[in-house]
């Protein structure tokens, strides 16, 4: 008897949080569970900001998949995915075909440069950990070369997005480059960093109190904003920004974007219905007119009682997955009661840097300070159990005590 074909597209949070869950189950051998990811690694998405500054490493932000799943049970094949057949059931990657009864797609967000000129060309970002590594390597190769001139002119590094992502990244730069410039014989007053965001304030993504904490915090260590600024073209060596109606080119050595992600590519090349990659599921987290595909992470769009689309993060992903699951095994199993998702918040914490950070708890509650930085470091552990359990907590512990 041929088994039935489970295969899951990503090992991002959704992902790989989708085959633990499934690992776990006693499916026996009338089902095939296959997990297809381009890297043998899955990153923590919310450590890429250490990686792009040098904090983290390669090595200890990413888990070998190979070690973390169980072969015998998650059949793990490490190749790109270029097509997704919907009404075939067959998933094309660089280096085969794969015919699926159930399909669970969690793959995850890409740049949206909006269309602005230069961008794609001349920005770095923090997207996935090969771009973060990429960026530090740029950021010390920008300074060594930096060092080797007069100096005379100050050294310009900006970060397009005041939001989450962009305020992460400039509180561990602020703290990083003083240390870096000292290594290469560089006064930290020649590095000016600057942010440029659209909405008239940092954070959009929360009140404007907090939003005002973090900007403050980070003013004191010599951050420039440029809020309610749009920018119009890159290029190496100038960002031309329109604020309050007028335009002008601002010097730029280094540009990192943080503003826009959109889902994956591949999404759009579905017959599905989405828009920038994302697709809005149903209540089951089903693919509309797809009831055997499940679509979670970051190219699944759900709504709030508002009607506004929840941001996409590493606790929604774990969420989605495990109800996905929970629909999946109801399916297989011809019995229970299939759920409809419903996100429970948690809060939200961001980083400004390793002793600071704000927040608002699943209460409502506003957190600030070094309180909020303790919190947001267990909250990362937490995510580690939520996905995998203790043994996963355990694995992470391991690998960073063997790195020391």
């Not at 109801?330 to 299939?338: D, F, Y």
């Not at 409502?364 to 303790?374: E, K, M, P, T, Y």
């Amino acid at each position: 008897m041929t088994p039935i074909k489970i295969i899951i597209l990503g090992a991002g949070y959704a992902g790989l949080t989708a085959s633990l869950q499934l690992q776990k189950q006693s499916l026996g051998d009338q089902v095939e569970v296959t997990l297809i990811n381009k890297n043998h690694y899955h990153y923590q998405t919310i450590w890429l900001h250490r990686n792009a500054v040098g904090v983290n490493t390669k090595e200890q932000t990413a888990f070998d998949l190979r070690e973390i799943l169980d072969l015998e049970r998650i059949r793990f094949i490490k190749d790109k995915v270029t097509a997704i057949d919907c009404d075939q059931q067959v998933i094309t990657t660089s280096n085969g075909e794969y015919p699926y009864d159930y399909l669970i797609i969690g793959l995850g967000s890409e740049i949206d440069s909006f269309q602005i000129p230069g961008l794609k060309e001349h920005a770095y970002s923090i997207t996935s950990l090969s771009r973060s590594t990429r960026l530090f390597d740029q950021i010390m190769a920008s300074l060594l070369q930096y060092s080797q001139t007069t100096m005379e002119t100050p050294f310009h590094l900006i970060v397009g997005g005041g939001g989450f992502t962009g305020v992460e990244l400039l509180g561990e730069l602020t703290e990083r480059l003083p240390e870096l410039c000292s290594e290469m014989g560089i006064s930290p007053s020649q590095i000016k960093l600057k942010s440029i965001e659209y909405e008239p304030t940092v954070l959009p993504e929360f009140d404007l109190e907090l939003g005002e904490y973090a900007m403050q915090q980070l003013e004191k260590r010599h951050v420039e904003f440029y809020l309610g600024t749009k920018i119009r073209s890159v290029s190496k060596t100038s960002i031309k920004i329109e604020r309050s109606g007028l335009v002008e080119d601002i010097p730029v050595d280094l540009f990192v974007w943080t503003a826009g992600v959109k889902g994956h590519h591949l999404i759009d090349q579905m017959n599905i219905p989405s828009e920038l990659g994302r697709v809005e599921v149903e209540a089951d987290l089903t693919a509309p007119g797809y009831p055997n595909i499940f679509i979670i992470g970051d190219v699944a769009l759900i709504r709030n009682q508002e009607g506004k689309p929840y941001l996409p993060n590493a606790d929604i992903a774990i969420q989605k997955a495990k109800v996905a699951v929970h629909n999946l095994l109801v399916k297989l199993n011809q019995k229970g009661q299939s759920q409809s998702f419903i996100f429970k918040n948690r809060g939200t914490i961001a980083s400004i840097g390793s002793k600071d950070a704000i927040g608002v708890t699943g209460k409502g509650r506003r957190i600030f300070g070094r309180l909020a930085s303790i919190l947001k470091k267990i909250s990362d552990y937490v995510f580690l159990f939520q996905m995998g359990g203790f043994k996963l907590i355990w694995y992470q512990f391991i690998k960073q005590k063997n790195k020391k």
